[in-house]
């Protein structure tokens, strides 16, 4: 759909003028008209109709001297204990999915929040309960092994939390009136250190002085994650780039994950397509 917008600009007459008769012919849509996917069958016809107008440009073509960028997926298994926690709150979500729950005014957005704070190590509704905390020990065993790390999380209050586990002077967030340049360049210089950041920190910043990024908490969107590791493995980066994938087994994580990694797969292969054209 954005690339029908673009395409509806830059050359009205290739593309159908119609919206609704651009997504029937070239996506799946589910029963209620919202997309779901690409229509396989009717994307070479599209990439034939608009080849000609699509450049492109990747990374690697025009920065060849850059390091490697190596992705480490790191399962985790919950305790006992917060598997039992887990399962009351999916639990939960799955009466409200259902219909069964008083909450009727609930999105499917607000209805996931505990489920998404959870993996992230928020635990409203066990405030009370001392819960191992899995995803944040196997965070701080690799801090003792590697000596700078930035971490990216999608709550802010998850990232005020591992900044105060973690003691750090380095930290961003949308709601702290810092300057984001200052706190980067004292990271990049510092000799040991662990900069936490929301996705407030995946634009405009050079965190070139470290080499491992944990995405501790995700989102469906492929590119806000490459944006976060592009603040990494940019120009200026001289070391190979890890990047550390944790996730709960079980849980919210996976889930988020998968369509992560199909909608890059279908971005990545549409793409592809124009040049194979």
């Known amino acids: 759909t954005e690339f029908f917008s673009i395409m509806r ?18 996506c799946d849509l589910d029963w ?6 690409a229509n ?29 960028k190596i992705y480490t997926q790191v399962p985790l298994e919950m305790s006992p204990q917060e598997k039992s926690a887990y399962s009351e709150l999916s639990s939960e979500f799955k009466e409200w999915a259902k219909g069964g729950s008083k909450e009727e005014r609930k999105t499917i957005g607000s209805a996931t929040l505990d489920v998404r704070y959870f993996v992230e190590g928020i ?5 009370d309960k001392k819960l191992p905390k899995t995803k944040l020990e196997w965070l701080t065993n690799l801090y003792e092994e590697v ?13 005020n ?7 750090t002077p ?7 009136k810092t300057d984001r340049f200052q706190v980067v360049n004292a990271f990049n210089k510092a000799k040991r250190g662990i900069l936490v950041t929301t996705d407030a920190g995946k634009f405009g910043l050079d965190m070139v002085g470290a080499d491992t990024l944990v995405h501790y908490g995700y989102v469906h969107n492929p590119g806000t994650m490459i944006q976060r590791e592009d603040r990494l493995w940019r120009m200026g980066q001289l070391k190979t780039v890890n990047i550390m994938l944790p996730y709960l ?21 549409f793409m592809a397509g124009s040049e194979q054209m």
Do not use: C, M
């Open 9 to 26: 600009f830059i050359r009205p007459e290739v593309v159908s003028a119609n919206y609704w008769k651009f997504l029937k012919r070239y």
């Open 32 to 37: 209620s008209g919202k997309v779901i996917g």
């Open 40 to 68: 396989k069958e009717k994307l070479p016809e599209l990439h034939a109709l608009t080849s000609p107008f699509v450049l492109r440009r990747t990374k690697l073509e025009k920065l060849s001297e850059l390091p490697p």
């Open 123 to 127: 635990y409203t509704q066990h405030a």
């Open 147 to 159: 000596d700078k790390i930035v971490v990216f999380t999608f709550f802010e209050r998850s990232a």
């Open 161 to 167: 939390k591992l900044r105060k586990h973690f003691d």
């Open 170 to 176: 380095y930290y961003i967030s949308g709601k702290e």
């Open 249 to 269: 087994r079980g849980t919210i994580d996976e889930g988020i994950q998968r369509v992560y990694n199909q909608r890059l797969k279908e971005s990545t292969n």
